[in-house]
């Protein structure tokens, strides 16, 4: 069973804590995590494409020339997708990219994303996230004391106003609720900061 060091935001030991093998000691699964980037990814892509077809492109409808007898091809509209600036035939159109993932597959995929954070020495619990005031300068101060320059994902319960004030405008620094955490996060920023109330929530949820 993994266990980790619990720190204050002085960056000081103040205990340990054992973590659940099953969520946070699961073996690396690559497949899954694949699977669940790229479902988050395509969940967020707009799908607003479009072109136009031949009946939305300006131009007249009417027939350039006659039919027969003038040595050129037949021709029914200047808005033939034959033609510059013609309508565009089996465009893109506007659609939703998102699908289902199994919850099976994406609860998998998060106890790989975690187990593998607690293997390469990546994850700092701490014994609270609570600030005494919301300036920005002051969690930056906190963060140096943990991960440097390093991208860090901070990992809490709803509701922590303070910390959601602070960390808006620092670059690299993302926050996220224990309910809303999803894979891509955890793959995306070198280090997981995360409560220890927030990692008593995860060990309840993902329980296989």
Excluded at 10 to 37: C, D, H, I, R, W
Excluded at 164 to 193: A, F, G, I, T, W
Aim: glycine share 6%.
């Amino acid at each position: 069973m993994p266990s980790v060091d619990i720190k204050n935001l002085q960056n000081s030991s103040v205990g340990t804590m054992e973590l659940s093998e099953a969520v946070f000691g699961a073996p690396l699964n690559k497949n899954l995590l694949y699977e669940a980037v790229r479902n988050y990814l395509n969940s967020q892509r707009a799908g607003t494409h479009a072109t136009k077809t031949r009946s939305m492109v300006a131009g007249s409808g009417r027939k350039l020339w006659k039919q027969k007898g003038t040595g050129r091809a037949r021709i029914g509209s200047i808005r033939s997708p034959l033609w510059r600036h013609g309508g565009t035939v089996h465009g893109p159109v506007p659609r939703s990219y998102a699908y289902k993932l199994p919850r099976k597959m994406l609860l998998g995929a998060l106890r790989s994303a975690l187990s593998a954070k607690v293997a390469d020495q990546q994850i700092t619990v701490v014994d609270s996230l609570q600030l005494e005031n919301h300036k920005t300068k002051a969690l930056r101060t906190i963060l140096n004391r943990f991960a440097g320059e390093r991208s860090i994902l901070l990992v809490d319960l709803p509701g922590n106003q303070s910390l959601e004030r602070s960390c808006k405008n620092l670059p690299r620094v993302e926050l996220r609720s224990s309910r809303e955490l999803h894979p891509y996060h955890l793959l995306k920023y070198d280090r997981l900061m995360i409560s220890k109330t927030a990692v008593e929530k995860l060990q309840e949820a993902l329980q296989p």
